[in-house]
């Protein structure tokens, strides 16, 4: 009964929308399913070379930055509501669109515009979130949603493959109707009417007006990309030394990776719904880069094997529970309503790029020093980073001290001599 009292406390307390956005990204990520199959649709079925299938994934990612850094500035002029709705349309029809392009030119300019428009919908949805969640539990309501796309992608992978074997058009067309599907899921769920009146801006309230103006927050932006660069090796390169050097099985890989989303379901709101308000959320975010760090340095140090892995995973799991919750909670709370989609959107961005630099990092280092250099080197960039969010910490509070102290003198009434 413990156990069924500790799920229970750390579902409760969030409110209705915060669920119903979950249900709307769950829906949208469990159509995710062209983008992980785009390079081998452009070869396979379109017989592009592996060259021209490398620039339509580059635009892929230039779309992505663009389309976020633009997402970012509409939802601080518009509003989240209307972007959400508009991307998701939008996105829906250019993806069936997109499966219809044969040439290397159309297919091209079509995966810029759908990845601009899809990644335009990121700032509004975490804007969202942090709207409708309450300061003590924003970062169980972003666990709630980091669940969601977890489920959606697990869902979408594996029905995706099955697609894939049986036609590459279905992709395009579940993908865009899933889009759709979730476009109008938040239209019956949350009412336009509903939403307007509870989205108007009071005064604002935040530490800066302009995220670009923001020092910390762009050392923390900094930051965040050093340790996306790290974390994305567990997706792309890590894989690959398992079936190279351990000559693991595809199953058995697909295990390893499918494990990681199990964890996260598993037990990401039971941890974060315990820590949540103890600490500063610099603090979690050091140990879960330290724990990350580690878990890639132990390919090094144990032997090869199912254990190893299994471990190795558990660890970089946890790295991720500890540290990306705790990053939402971090930029939310040097927001206000003015200014809530540019940070949103820097921090989207940042991850965009990440995803787009891992590949060619760890490549890199892989052809001219082997994966053991590799797994050293993201061993020692967690540590450089974790010390650079710790000192951040330490500025954080040092500044909120000088603060808070010269705002008590100014108070204080003039001493006559």
Known sequence: MSIIRLYKNAYSGLSPNSWYLSVVMFINRSGTMVVP????????QLHFSVVQAGYIMALFGVGSILGAFTGGKLTDKIGFYDLQVITLLSGGILFIILGYQRTFLTLGIGTFILSFCNEAFRPANSTAIAHYSSPENKTRSYSLNRLAVNLGWAFGGGLGGYLASINYNLLFWVDGCTNILAALMLLKLMPRAAIKKSEVKPVATGPVSSAYKDKTYLWFIFLSTIFGLCFFQFFIMEPVFYKLNWHFGERLIGFLLALNG???????????????????????????????GFGFVLLN???AGITTAILVV???????????????????????NYNRGEYAALYTMSWSAAQILAPAMGSQVINYGGFRSLWWLLGILSLLTAAGYYLLY????????ETVTAEEIAGLPEQLP
């Open 262 to 292: 199990l964890l996260i379901v598993a037990i990401e709101m039971v941890l974060i719904n315990y820590l949540e308000g103890k600490r500063h959320a610099l603090i979690y975010i050091v140990w879960g880069v330290l724990i990350t």
């Open 314 to 336: 558990v660890l970089v799991t946890l790295g991720e529970i500890m540290s990306m919750p705790f990053m939402n909670s971090f930029w939310i709370a040097r927001t206000n």
């Open 37 to 44: 199959f785009l390079s081998i649709y452009c070869i396979n």
């Open 301 to 303: 140090i144990l032997p």
């Open 394 to 401: 330490h500025n954080n509070n040092k500044s909120i001290i």
